[in-house]
């Protein structure tokens, strides 16, 4: 219909299994010829404990992956897990074969990141929404 597509991966979560699982996703849409302009990918963060706090105020059940090594130290604005290059650059590299078989390549990112991340993957650039200076819009 001539409207963009992005996709946003994000929280990346890594469970036993989290490889496979991603592989097969991103099988899936080359399969199914989906074809992002944009593929953002962002890490399990946390800007404080609000989500504990939206957990108690309203009586929620705790998640069912609640095992995250989250950083105390901030960087940037949020706490980050631990070992986000391993999980970007995995991530990374099965999008890019995924998509290795046909003329189609779409352009991967990442989201809520700190410089130095960005720098040591060598993805400084700007293909994410909250980055890019114009906007698109449907042409259907």
Known sequence: LGCETRIRLDPILTPDGWEEQYREFVNEMFELEIKP???TLGTYREKNDQI???REKWGLL???IDDFDVS????GTHFHIQGRNEIYSTVETIIKK???GGSFKPLISLCKETHDIRKDLGMTNMYCNCLRSESSECNS
């Open 62 to 64: 705790p998640a069912e």
């Open 37 to 39: 302009s944009f593929i």
């Open 98 to 100: 995924g998509y290795a």
């Open 52 to 54: 504990d706090n939206f």
């Open 72 to 75: 105390n130290k901030k960087e």
